[in-house]
């Protein structure tokens, strides 16, 4: 079993990062959605200096911005209240100009992995928006809109700078968001074979109904299979995701194609010292459906708990095995 961590403000100390690879983590993951690789370079050293120290390879996969939808970049956290208006654009809260203009009026607005939830009511080069489930949106959280697809490159131009500077990071790995065809994973490749990349793994995040449905069509092309529960569920729907990660599993094993389970495995150790008990029977169930690997997400990207979610994370992991 592979297991990965989130490098995040909570753990990003080489001490930290060698405990948990002499743990038996198998390595980290960036999610360059928050960042850029060039302004990590003190954390992709901490992570050289890691596999120094444990005398372990420690793979790093950086998680590409691609065709994601997220808010934009916040000063500080703002308070949704239900009930309230917000504007979404010029003269409110930061959202590119191409998710304004697929947004028509009624249309559902998921924050935060739908944390946080608004309904569209007027339209137009801004979005005024009624807030109908509250909370603390914070800087570059991602946005949802059911329903919509927005056409956009595999990758953006800060993905194509941030590959130029994997090579001198020690990147190992990229993951490919909302991956929904053969031809994004095709491009992803050939960027990588343009810096001398080719050696690099390619996991497939499979975080939408198209992404799901075609899977068959270019799970050959990735290598590892990624289900993205948390864009995944807030796509299709919390109630439909157990039915696609099960789909997905049972594909994925009737191919022999490796799959990743990550997001809110353990989340409740983002503030409390261990799992609930659904938790842990969700690691264990997610490993006897044929995950070959799991990855936690804000447990140890911000929790309060990085090492001792690890420890949970391997422990319920060689448990079920
Ligand atoms: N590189 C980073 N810099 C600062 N904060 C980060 C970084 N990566 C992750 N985080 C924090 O940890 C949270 C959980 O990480 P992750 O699940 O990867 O992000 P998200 O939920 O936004 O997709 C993020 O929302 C963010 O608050
Ligand atoms: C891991 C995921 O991707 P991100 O953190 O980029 O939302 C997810 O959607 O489950």
Sequence with gaps: MKTYATLGPACCRADLLTELLDMGLTGFRLNLSHTTLAACRPWTEAVQQAREASGRPAELIVDMRGPELRMGPLSRPVTLTAGETVTLGPGGLPVEPDILAAVAPGQEILLDDGLMALRAETCGRAVTCTVTRGGVLESRKSITLPGVELCRPALTAQ???????????????????????????????????????????IFAKVEDRRGWQSLPQWMDACDVVTVARGDLGSNLGLLHLPAAQKD??????????????????????????????????????????????????????????????????????????
């Design 248 to 321: 997905i599993a049972a594909r994925c094993r009737r191919a022999g194609k490796p799959f990743l389970v990550v997001t809110q495995l353990l989340h409740t150790m983002t503030e409390h010292p261990t799992p609930t008990r659904a938790e842990v029977l969700d690691v264990y169930n997610a490993v006897l459906d044929g995950a070959s690997a799991l990855m936690l997400t804000g447990e140890t990207a911000r929790g309060r708990y990085p090492a001792q979610a690890v420890r949970w994370l391997l422990d319920i992991a060689r448990q079920a095995e």
């Design 159 to 201: 993905d194509l700078l941030d590959l130029d500077a994997a090579a001198g990071q020690g990147v190992t790995a990229v993951m490919q968001p909302f991956v929904r065809s053969r031809h994004e994973l095709e491009e992803v490749r050939a960027a990588l074979a343009r810096r001398g990349l080719e050696h690099l793994t």
